[in-house]
C-alpha cells in the first residue's frame, strides 16, 4: 500500500484538476447527473473501467460504482416512520424492510460497509447482503447483527480500526471512531452485542454497537472519507487526508470542536460533502426533506466548513445523483 507521503502527495496533485461533475459546489441543492450505466457481474481479478461515481441515498447511505464493483456505505432505504421527526418516537417501531424500494435500487453489490448498527445505518443490510451475495464489514456487533439474520459467517467480515483491505483497483481503510450524543449527552441504544442475539424485531434491538469510519481510495481516482455520525476520535485521521469527506451533520452542540477537530484530522479535505441533515424517514424523492430546525444547522454547518477551511468547497448532495470526484 502507499506510504503516507506518496498518499499526501498524490492528494495534492489531484487536488489541482479534481471536478465534481454534477455541479453545484453551493450551499443549495447540487445539479443532477447522468447515471452511471451498469455493467457485467464482479470478478476478483477486474479492473476499473470508466469513471466511478457516487450516489447519495439519504441519511449516510452511499452506492459508489467502480467499475463492474459496487461498494455501498450503509445502505438505508426503507426510511420506516418511527415518529423521530415528529415528536412522538417509538422506540418499539418494528423493523419493516421495504424491498419494494430496495430491489429497484440494489441491482448488485460487492461489498457493504456498515459505519454502525442502528436502524437507519444497518437495517436494510442483511436483506441487500443475502440478495446480492455482498460481503459486510463492520464491527463485532455487526458480525453478530449478521448471524442473527442467518448470514453466513463466511460473508461477514468484522473489523475495528486500523485494517487496511485491498481490493485489486480500490482500497478501504477502516478508522476507529465515536457516535454523537444527544442534548443529554447520551447514545441512543447504546450497547454492543458480543454473541449472536435473537434476531431483532425493533428498532431498539438494533444497538449503536461502536462506530467506524471508512477511507476508500480508488486507483487512479479520489480518495474519499465516509463518516456514520457526527463525533470523531482525531488521532485515528492522522495522514489519511482524503479528497472529498462525507460529513454527517451535529443535531447537537454536547460535542465540543466536533468540525474544527475533524476538518484539521483530515487535513482539510479540498471538498466536504454533508450527509445526515435529511428527514430519512420520508420518500427518496428530490428535493430532500430537511426538518426547519435541520435546515437551520445544515447552514449553519456550511458557514463553519467555509470559515474552517476556507480552500474546501461544499457540495450539498441530492438523492441518486450520481457525482464524479
Known amino acids: 500500500m502507499p506510504s503516507l507521503d506518496r498518499r499526501r502527495f498524490l492528494r495534492d496533485a489531484a487536488a489541482t484538476t479534481a471536478l465534481v461533475s454534477a455541479g453545484g459546489l453551493v450551499a443549495g441543492v447540487a445539479t443532477p447527473a447522468q447515471a452511471a450505466p451498469s455493467t457485467a457481474a464482479p470478478t476478483p481479478t477486474a479492473r476499473r473501467k470508466g469513471p466511478v461515481s457516487f450516489r447519495w441515498w439519504g441519511t449516510a447511505g452511499w452506492r459508489v460504482d467502480i467499475g463492474d464493483r459496487t461498494v455501498l456505505v450503509d445502505p438505508f432505504l426503507s426510511r420506516i416512520d418511527t415518529g423521530l421527526f415528529t415528536g412522538a418516537f417509538k422506540t418499539d417501531t418494528a423493523l419493516t424492510v421495504r424491498t419494494d424500494v430496495i430491489d429497484p435500487r440494489v441491482d448488485r453489490a460487492t461489498t457493504v460497509l456498515v459505519t454502525h448498527t442502528h436502524w437507519d445505518h444497518f437495517m436494510d443490510v442483511p436483506y441487500i447482503a443475502k440478495r446480492t451475495g455482498a460481503r459486510v464489514f463492520g464491527t463485532l456487533t455487526a458480525y453478530h447483527l ?153 447552514n449553519e454547518m456550511i458557514a463553519a466548513v467555509r470559515r474552517i477551511s476556507p480552500r474546501s468547497r461544499v457540495l450539498v448532495p441530492e438523492y441518486e445523483t450520481a457525482y464524479h470526484f
Not at 158 to 183: C, I, Q, T, W, Y
Not at 250 to 268: E, K, S
Not at 273 to 294: M, R
Request: aromatic share 8%.
Open 146 to 298: 449478521g448471524l442473527a439474520y442467518e448470514l453466513p459467517s463466511t460473508q461477514l467480515s468484522a473489523v475495528k480500526g486500523g485494517e487496511v483491505l485491498d481490493f485489486g483497483d480500490h482500497s478501504v481503510e477502516v478508522v476507529g471512531s465515536l457516535h454523537s450524543r444527544n442534548p443529554s449527552y447520551s447514545v441512543a441504544f447504546p450497547g454492543v452485542r458480543v454473541s449472536p442475539p435473537p434476531q431483532p424485531a425493533t428498532i431498539a434491538d438494533l444497538p449503536e454497537g461502536d462506530t467506524l469510519g471508512y477511507l476508500l481510495r480508488v486507483d487512479g481516482g479520489p480518495s474519499v472519507y465516509f463518516t456514520g455520525a457526527s463525533d470523531v476520535a482525531e488521532r485515528n485521521l492522522t495522514g489519511l487526508a482524503p479528497d472529498v469527506a462525507m460529513v454527517a451533520m451535529q443535531n447537537a452542540t454536547t460535542t465540543g470542536d466536533y468540525l474544527p477537530r475533524l476538518l484539521a484530522g483530515l487535513d482539510y479535505p479540498k471538498v466536504v460533502v454533508p450527509v445526515h441533515y435529511d428527514n430519512f424517514e420520508t420518500a427518496l424523492q428530490n428535493p430532500p426533506p430537511v426538518a426547519p430546525t435541520d435546515r437551520t444547522r445544515l
